[in-house]
């Protein structure tokens, strides 16, 4: 029995000790003087410098890397209270704690009701929690409700099963407010900033904007961060002109002005939207409003052009920016290198880096992979491995998305015994397909007629959950579907 385990740790060991290493055919792409850019600013490496290894074993905490979750970690889930929503058996459980309390202090504690209010509310329905919440004031006098109390209550009202683009009544957040004024705590801009927000995240966007109004009336006119909520969820699920409405209407009814947030989240969603001729509207309505764009709002506007591969424009941005005395930061830069290496301007993306560096930035992983996009995008995928090198050499560990960069980049070049053994580094270390990059590896290989390790790539993709099954298969019937035909005319190559 012991020399049967002493084998098996041995070929354990072996197995871990080969994971993740660049096989001599792999490495000589990486070493070949010829794909070495002149532009680069990382030196090439001495003739008498260790060929370039993956790691030997992806670390536990590397982004992407997918593994099962250690049970033995995890914290102890927090044991329920109410287990029913019954409210007869809640008062009993809630006398049954009051008789036998050990500290006096706890029985008047706000907080220690309240987190039983709150155990309750989770699982019953508003009208029992009202009712409960009366129990615990007539079962002990002592306690008093304070403003988080009734915050409770909002919430789950907020958080009903009403329609979201209903504008059925508000009673239960009217009752609840009722409630409060009743007992004598005024209603305050916490207290409508957290219906309003839980209103939002229920989607009830429309009950927050009328709720919104209401307490504007009748209560306190809720604050900035409140009304930045609201415009941020209208910007999500209504057109720009009920946005805009929203908007003038609060101005001219309760004076509320728009401030450097809220022309920021204007200008992130036109940019999303790719209309960057009204985004640059809006920055000259925030100048006149006597506004200073920050660096957040400028690297906003930079993605914009970016995503339409406009990289001169985003450049143009990038210089009003510095005249106006805003200082990129990292995000700036990477932002640019993505948006010159999408449109095939890998050398100006490259000159970046000096930049820099001179700033005192990093190139991170987000860096260095959106340069191999580029360069994998003019078909230079021998040289993306390079950079890969240079990425670790400077400490830069590569993350998921990289190795799929590349993955993709090796079968677009057709470069498929490359792309098989990077395939083998990742798979090795638990890291999951993208769904691009396995559509055109499985292409790729059906392509070369490799069948079986095409389904062997969608064995994998299914079983580390890095797709669907039903888009594993799909992608892979499709691709065998296409070799078929393309056979039968005499294209597959």
């Not at 990382?42 to 049970?71: A, D, L």
């Not at 019953?124 to 079962?139: Q, Y």
Request: proline share 6%; hydrophobic share 35%.
């Amino acid at each position: 029995m012991c020399s049967k385990k002493k084998k098996k740790t041995k070929k354990k060991k072996k197995k871990k000790d080969k994971m993740g290493k660049i096989p001599p055919a792999f490495r000589s792409a990486v070493t070949n003087p010829q794909f070495r850019n002149p532009s680069s600013l990382i030196p090439p490496s001495s003739p008498s410098s260790k060929p370039h290894h993956f790691p030997k074993k992806i670390p536990s905490h590397f982004p992407g890397k997918s593994r099962k979750p250690n049970n033995q970690q995890q914290p102890p889930k927090t044991p329920v209270l109410f287990k029913s929503p019954s409210l007869q058996e809640a008062k009993t459980v809630f006398n049954s704690i009051i008789k036998t309390s050990d500290s006096a202090n706890a029985s008047i504690d706000p907080r220690f009701h309240n987190s039983l209010l709150q155990s309750y509310a989770s699982i019953s329905t508003f009208d029992d929690s009202v009712a409960f919440l009366r129990h615990m004031s007539a079962a002990n006098p002592s306690f008093s409700p304070d403003r988080s109390t009734y915050h409770i209550l909002l919430s789950q009202t907020c958080n009903n099963d009403s329609p979201p683009d209903s504008l059925s009544s508000l009673s239960p957040i009217h009752k609840t407010l009722n409630l409060m004024v009743k007992d004598g705590v005024s209603p305050d801009k916490s207290t409508a900033d957290v219906a309003v927000r839980s209103l939002c995240s229920a989607g009830r966007v429309d009950h927050a904007v009328e709720l919104f109004k209401e307490l504007s009336l009748k209560h306190c006119v809720p604050d900035t961060y409140t009304f930045n909520c609201i415009v941020k969820h209208l910007c999500k699920c209504r057109s720009l002109s009920t946005v805009y409405g929203f908007i003038d209407e609060m101005r001219d009814s309760f004076g509320f002005k728009p401030d450097l947030v809220t022309y920021t989240i204007l200008i992130d969603n036109v940019c999303n939207t790719k209309n960057l001729r009204e985004a640059l509207r809006l920055v000259s309505v925030l100048n006149e409003e006597g506004f200073k764009p920050d660096c957040f709002l400028y690297n906003t506007i930079m993605k914009g052009y970016c995503m339409l591969s406009r990289g001169s424009e985003a450049i143009e941005v990038y210089n009003k920016m510095k005249d106006d005395g805003v200082e990129p930061d990292l995000v700036t830069y990477n932002t640019l290198i993505f948006g010159l290496s999408k449109c095939g301007r890998v050398v100006e993306a490259k000159k970046l880096l000096r930049v820099m560096a001179e700033k005192g930035f990093f190139p991170d992983e987000v860096t260095y992979t959106s340069l191999m996009n580029g360069m994998c995008r003019k078909g230079d995928a021998p040289g993306a491995l390079v950079l890969l090198g240079e990425m670790e050499d400077k400490g830069c560990c590569p993350n998921s998305c990289t190795y799929n960069t590349l993955l993709h980049g090796l079968c677009k070049s057709r470069l498929l015994e490359k792309a098989m053994e990077l395939y083998g580094v990742m798979k090795s270390g638990g890291l999951k397909l993208e769904t691009a990059s396995y559509a055109t590896f499985v292409r790729a290989l059906c392509r070369d007629d490799r069948i079986a390790e095409a389904y062997e790539v969608f064995d994998y993709a299914v079983e580390s959950k890095s797709l669907t099954d039903v888009v594993a298969y799909s992608t892979l019937e499709s691709t065998l579907k296409w070799l078929k035909k393309a056979k039968e005319k005499g294209q597959a190559v």
